[in-house]
C-alpha cells in the first residue's frame, strides 16, 4: 500500500480522490507523506521559522459562533480588552526581540471607535518600530473601508479562517443569520485580496459531521482561492458552547492531531510556496505539536505576547496552552525546540509569503 501512496507523491497535481487517500492514510504511510512534505517545505520555503508575535487584543465579541468559547452568549466567559500602553509594550518586546511580525487578533467588532482604535494602535506600533515590525490583523468580517483604512495604517497581512469550505457545514456550526453567513465571509476574502493584504485563512479539523472529502475540499479552497498563507488546526470542544452537546461524536484528540499534521502536509505538497503556521491547537493536543507541524511543512509561530493576566480569559476552547507562562519564558523554550525540529528562527525578518510576492509580479 506504501507503493499507492508513493505514486500519489510523485504527482504534479493532487486530485480530491489523492488528498482523500492521503488523509486516510496509516502509520507507515503517514511517514512517507512527512517525510515528503519536509523535502517540498525544505526545497521551496528552505528551514527558516518566522515568529509572529500574538496579542490576544480582546475577547470581545458581537458573533456567536457555535464551537468558540468567547462566543458573546457565553455569559461564563470575564471580558477584557488589552490597554494602549500594554500593547506598545508587547510591541516593543517583539520589535526589541527581533520578533519581526505582531499579530493583532480579537473577537469581532465594528463601530467607528473601534475602528479607529485599531487604526491608532497600528499606527503607533509601526511608529515605535521605526516601521519595522511586520502587522498581521485577526479582527474578523469588517467593511471594505475598515479594511483600507487598517491598510494604510501599516497593517499588510490579514488571517480570516474559512473555518470550513463547505457551506452547508457552515450554516450548522453558525447561527442562521446575517451576520454569520457563508457568502459574506468569502466576499471578505476577495476584498481583502483587492485592498492589498496578504491574504490568510484556514479551517478547523475533526468538527462533528466534517468528512476525509470535506477536509479535501478544504485544501482544494485554499488553492482555487490562492490564498497566501494558511492557518487550520484541530477542533477543541469548550464546554460553554452549544457544539458541546456533540462531543461524544468526535473523533479522540489524538487522531484530530494526526489528521491536522497530514493537512499540513498535504497542504505543503500542494502550494509549496505558501507561509504555513503551526497554530495553537496544535499544541493543546500535544506539547511539542506545533514543532511537528514544523517538522511536516509549517513555518510561522506565534509566540504568545498577551499579557499574562489576559491569558486564561482568552479561552476559545478547553485546555488551551501557555496561559501561564510569561514571554520571556515562552521564548526560550520555543527557541531550543525549533532548533531541535531542524528549523532555523528567521529574526528581524517579516518572513513574508512568498506565495505572495510571486503573485504579485504575475
Ligand atoms: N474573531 C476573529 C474570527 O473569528 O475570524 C478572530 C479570532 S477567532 C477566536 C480565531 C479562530 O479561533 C477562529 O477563526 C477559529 O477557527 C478558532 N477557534 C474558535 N473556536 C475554536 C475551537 N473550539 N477549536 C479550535 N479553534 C477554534
Ligand atoms: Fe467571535 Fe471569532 Fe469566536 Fe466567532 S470565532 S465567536 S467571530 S471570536
Known amino acids: 500500500m506504501t507503493q499507492l501512496i508513493q505514486h500519489i507523491l510523485q504527482k504534479q497535481n493532487l486530485s480530491k480522490k489523492d488528498i482523500v487517500r492521503l488523509l486516510n492514510s ?3 504511510e503517514r511517514k512517507s507523506l ?15 521559522v518566522f515568529y509572529r508575535g500574538l496579542i490576544e487584543y480582546s475577547n470581545l465579541c458581537g458573533k456567536n459562533c457555535l464551537y468558540c468559547g468567547i462566543r458573546a ?13 500594554e500593547v506598545l509594550e508587547a510591541a516593543r518586546y517583539a520589535w526589541e526581540n527581533k520578533f519581526g511580525s505582531l499579530v493583532l487578533q480579537a473577537g469581532e467588532r465594528s463601530g467607528k471607535d473601534y475602528v479607529r482604535r485599531i487604526e491608532r494602535l497600528v499606527k503607533e506600533i509601526k511608529e515605535m518600530s521605526n516601521g519595522e515590525l511586520g502587522i498581521t490583523l485577526s479582527l474578523g468580517e469588517q467593511s471594505e ?5 487598517w491598510f494604510e495604517a501599516g497593517a499588510h497581512r490579514y488571517l480570516l479562517r474559512i473555518e470550513v469550505s463547505n457551506p452547508e457545514l457552515y450554516h450548522r456550526y453558525h447561527p442562521q443569520n446575517k451576520i454569520h453567513d457563508y457568502e459574506a465571509r468569502l466576499q471578505a476574502l476577495h476584498l481583502l485580496r483587492k485592498v492589498g493584504y496578504q491574504v490568510g485563512s484556514g479551517v478547523m479539523i475533526g ?7 470535506d477536509l479535501a475540499d478544504d485544501l482544494l479552497f485554499f488553492q482555487e482561492h490562492d490564498i497566501d498563507m494558511v492557518g487550520m488546526g484541530p477542533y477543541i470542544e469548550h464546554e460553554d458552547t452549544p457544539m458541546y452537546q456533540y462531543r461524544d461524536q468526535l473523533m479522540p484528540k489524538m487522531d484530530r492531531f494526526y489528521l491536522s499534521l497530514k493537512m499540513v502536509a498535504i497542504l505543503r505538497i500542494m502550494m509549496k510556496d505558501i507561509n504555513i503556521a503551526a497554530t495553537t491547537a496544535m499544541q493543546a493536543i500535544d506539547p511539542m505539536g506545533r514543532e511537528k507541524s514544523i517538522k511536516v511543512g509549517a513555518n510561522i509561530i506565534m509566540p504568545n505576547l498577551t499579557p499574562s493576566r489576559y491569558r486564561e480569559d482568552y479561552l476559545l ?4 496552552p501557555c496561559t501561564d507562562e510569561d514571554a520571556e519564558e515562552c521564548k526560550r523554550c520555543l527557541e531550543a ?24 509580479k504575475s
Open 145 to 149: 473601508e475598515t479594511y483600507r483604512r
Open 337 to 360: 525546540r525549533i532548533h531541535m525540529a531542524g528549523g532555523e528562527i528567521g529574526y528581524g525578518e517579516w518572513g513574508d509569503s512568498k506565495h505572495f510576492a510571486r503573485r504579485r
Open 34 to 48: 512527512f517525510a515528503h512534505a519536509a523535502e517540498v517545505k525544505e526545497a521551496h520555503v528552505g528551514k527558516k
Open 26 to 28: 496509516d502509520e507507515t
Open 207 to 213: 468538527l462533528p459531521f466534517q468528512t476525509m472529502e
Open 73 to 85: 452568549g457565553n455569559k461564563n466567559a470575564h471580558r477584557y480588552e488589552v490597554t494602549e500602553e
Open 317 to 320: 476552547y478547553e485546555d488551551k
